[in-house]
């Protein structure tokens, strides 16, 4: 991936911080997503308009205190079944798509990139680790994610690492308690020593100490951000409603 950056018309150099993405023509959109952060978006157009060498969004996430450029998206609007050629076109592309941001019959295709590791590949649409770098604390085994109670469990406490957020920003609230503090401390001790019963046995403290208005958001920003990860046709296959449309499929089902 550092490849890939390295080829971008700008240069990554040029867009390594968000005050140099806006001065290149980007600007900060949806505010800072839990496992994406925030984008930065270059207007873009149709299919023929995606250009490999550069990416129209660019992903900046906080870590050590500063926002750093973890990744990238192409992004073009066109007919939900599109045939257009697009870049990286493979089964482990994670092209997906937004309708909520198209007109009627056109969606929002969309592939993200990452510059940093991710829990579940390069193109992965959502990526877990990202939390746990804001907060400081180490990483799983990326080995853990082929199980999927581990996962399921990395992945809940990555969004439970996520500060609550009031309308778009960090709401105001107590830090983490003592024993919060000590339970994620043994979570950071755990991975870094990458002993997976000892990481296990931290995660199901930390998962049930979270309340029960932490475990509806967590529950929450899981469901709907995997759904937005999603191409149009795997949520209609499983039944969920489009975003922003209320429907359950194209059928009208």
């Known amino acids: 991936m550092s490849a890939l950056r390295s080829q971008f018309s700008v240069g990554a150099a040029a867009l390594n911080t968000p005050e140099l993405a806006i001065a290149a023509g980007f600007r ?3 505010g800072d997503i ?3 952060g925030v984008h930065y978006v270059k207007s873009g157009g149709g299919p023929d308009d995606v250009d490999v060498n550069a990416p129209n969004h660019l992903m900046f996430a ?4 500063t926002d750093k450029l973890v990744g990238a998206a192409y992004a073009f609007v066109d007919a939900i079944d599109t045939d257009a050629v697009v870049p990286f076109d493979s089964d482990l592309a994670n092209w997906h798509d937004h309708p909520q941001f198209a007109g009627d019959g056109q969606t929002l295709h969309m592939l993200h ?3 940093i590791p991710s829990s579940n590949g390069p193109f992965a649409g959502l990526n877990f680790w990202l939390p746990y770098r804001t907060a400081g604390v180490a990483i799983p085994s990326s080995c853990w994610m082929a199980d999927d109670a581990d996962a ?9 690492l996520v500060p609550p957020r009031l309308f778009g ?7 983490p308690s003592p024993e919060r503090i000590e339970m994620i401390a ?3 001790a755990a991975a870094r020593a990458v002993d997976h019963d000892a990481w296990v046995a931290a995660a ?3 998962i049930a100490d979270l309340s029960d208005s932490e475990q509806v958001r967590v529950q929450g920003l899981l469901g709907n951000l995997g759904a937005n990860q999603m191409s149009s046709a795997e949520r209609d296959a499983a039944g969920i409603a489009q975003p922003g449309s209320g429907r359950r499929g194209r059928d009208g089902n």
């Open 169 to 175: 920003r960090q709401a105001e609230a107590a830090g």
């Open 152 to 160: 399921l469990r990395i992945q809940t406490v990555s969004f439970g």
């Open 34 to 36: 839990p496992g994406m």
């Open 204 to 206: 199901d403290v930390f």
């Open 186 to 188: 043994a979570l950071d």
């Open 62 to 65: 906080e870590m050590d205190g």
């Open 113 to 115: 990139i990452w510059f």
């Open 28 to 30: 900060p959109a949806l």
